[in-house]
């Protein structure tokens, strides 16, 4: 059984999003058997680009149903079911977000159709709902709201079932969600316990050494980028990072200085060096007739020791 979902948002920081409005439709393999639909009043604001997107606005929310009143409800149509959504990572994350805030642990194997339609349609030109629904002729009403989504969703996955007609691709998948669930569960301890200040932050394996090292404006969203990217490198790194610590340097100038030269000293596992040959300028310091250390931007020379190296003069 399949419960097979969308789900709305104020936007805003990560994990700090409430839920504006969500759809449910319970789905057997061949038809719905149950359905549910609601505004959430997420008690805190939309963002303006969420309101120009989804059409929901604060206005309508003041009279809808908070989380709590509508979580059984969610609890009950999605019981013994696996979740399917497309980025299913994302409302996975909100939903068990929500029922944390409420003191319950929600758990639930999940699949996601842009990552099954890949598999699955390999020659799509878009893996977006909306573009794929209208490569493949699949109505869909009401784009960017929940039950509009959902339904949509559903019928994308009729047509992916129908493609994996011995349900390999779709079994193996299913196999690996306990494991994926957990490993998800540790990198969101992970990520809450960053500031979303500006540093560099360090990724560490069990053991303790430095996997990848990086810098940032916003450490907390910069790290959750490395957890929800699906590429490989980070997909590994996904694997093995076991503790996340960092460096608050106040500024980014100062934070790139200090990554650039602890990728040199310690060399870690997933971080690459800057290739100096791409990067034509670099920024150097020097002393003065007055002895004053000044710094200044040249064209890049092996010769000389770089701080930093740019793409273009601009940036430097």
Do not use: W
């Amino acid at each position: 059984m399949y419960a097979i979902l969308d789900i709305e948002t104020t936007g805003g920081k990560y994990n700090e999003e409430g839920i504006t409005e969500i759809a449910i439709y319970k789905f057997d393999g061949h038809e719905i058997v149950d359905q549910f639909a609601s505004l959430v009043n997420p008690q805190k604001k939309i963002q303006p680009f969420v309101v120009q997107l989804t059409g929901i606005n604060n206005r309508m929310l003041r009279s809808a149903p908070k989380f709590h009143e509508v979580a059984r409800r969610i609890v009950e149509i999605t019981e013994g079911c696996i979740l399917i959504a497309h980025n299913a990572k994302f409302d996975s994350r909100i939903l068990s977000t929500e029922f944390r805030r409420l003191g319950y642990e929600y758990r639930r194997n999940t699949i996601c159709t842009v990552q099954l339609s890949r598999q699955l349609l390999p020659d799509m030109p878009s893996y977006s709902l909306g573009n794929l629904t209208k490569s493949l002729g699949i109505p869909i009403k009401d784009r960017h709201r929940a039950q509009g989504d959902a339904y949509a969703t559903v019928n994308l996955f009729k047509i992916l079932l129908n493609k994996d007609k011995d349900k390999k691709i779709i079994k193996s998948y299913i196999n690996t969600q306990e494991e994926q669930s957990q490993r998800a569960t540790k990198l969101l301890k992970l990520v809450e316990s960053l500031p979303t200040e500006t540093g560099v932050y360090y990724m560490h394996d069990s053991e303790g050494r430095i996997l990848h090292i990086g810098q940032s404006r916003n450490i907390r969203k910069r790290v959750n980028q490395h957890f929800t990217s699906t590429t490989t490198k980070s997909k590994k790194l996904q694997k093995e990072v076991a503790k996340v610590s960092y460096a608050l340097t106040g500024s980014l100038l100062i934070a790139r200085l200090k990554v650039d030269d602890d990728i040199k000293n310690i060399q870690p596992k997933y971080t690459r060096r800057s290739r100096k040959a791409l990067l034509p300028y670099h920024l150097v310091q020097q002393k003065d007739s007055e002895g004053y250390i000044r710094l200044k931007v040249e064209k890049t020379e092996l010769r000389k020791r770089s701080l930093m190296t740019f793409r273009s003069l601009i940036g430097a």
